[in-house]
């Protein structure tokens, strides 16, 4: 069976401005993430992680190489296809959270519902079910300025949880939280991989969250750096 994702030998470059320097913010990349899988990937700023998470979420295209997510090469997919593909197998997780204000918990959580055309009475079941499975089906109508950042964060992580997605793409999700709070929410992300086998990539600079994934993928200058770290008893 082929991986959930599959990256390469991508190379991702920029040219600053019209005439600026070319900026060669991934070299050769190569590794896969298997559905059900759980990996960091690591970096220092300016390592090229922050361009990694665009390509893996669909959300640009490799310069060359390739990127395969659930089998469909995104280089080859129309703006159209690769929006769909980022609703129904991508769920995002960001270190800001991402809320609407002025909006409730279900109301967030339902909207990738809304651009998937789903009904409203549908959209609001299934909202309900995600709040309740991170524990917040008690905070259906309280909008963000009344819930934690903890609580924010769970509401995020049933957002992208509502559209059943093969993979869960957390970004920095621990960076705006405190120790216990991110603790916590990195314990959610690994009941939900573990229970629901959706594959979990969590992008950090924490060592501490990094050392949670049975597998760490190191960025350094857009490269990988050294081999891939696979913890002790993951085949």
Do not use: C, W
């Amino acid at each position: 069976m082929a991986p959930l994702i599959e990256v390469i030998d991508v190379t991702r470059t920029y040219r600053l401005g019209t005439r600026g320097a070319i900026v060669h913010a991934l070299r050769g990349v190569s590794f896969a993430v298997e559905a059900g899988g759980f990996v960091a990937i690591v970096g220092p700023s300016g390592s090229g992680k922050s361009t990694l998470l665009n390509l893996l979420g669909a959300l640009d295209r490799p310069s060359s190489g390739t990127v395969r997510i659930d089998g469909q090469d995104i280089a080859t997919l129309s703006d159209g296809r690769l929006a769909q593909l980022r609703n129904t197998t991508i769920g995002f997780v960001f270190q800001q959270f991402q809320l609407l204000a002025r909006t409730s918990a279900a109301d967030n959580v339902a909207l990738p519902l809304v651009y998937a055309g789903v009904g409203r009475s549908e959209r609001t079941a299934r909202a309900r079910a995600a709040l309740e499975a991170v524990g917040l089906g008690h905070r259906l109508t309280h909008q963000p300025s009344e819930l934690s950042g903890g609580e924010q964060q769970r509401v995020a992580i049933a957002r992208a949880l509502v559209t059943a997605p093969r993979v869960i793409l957390a970004d920095e999700p621990t960076g705006n939280l405190d120790t216990a709070t991110g603790d916590e929410v990195m314990d959610l992300l690994e009941h939900l991989n573990a229970e629901r086998g959706m594959a979990l990539v969590v992008i950090t600079h924490d060592p501490e969250v990094a050392a949670r994934a049975p597998r760490q993928i190191r960025l350094r200058d857009g490269m990988l750096e050294g081999r891939t770290v696979l913890v002790e008893g993951e085949r």
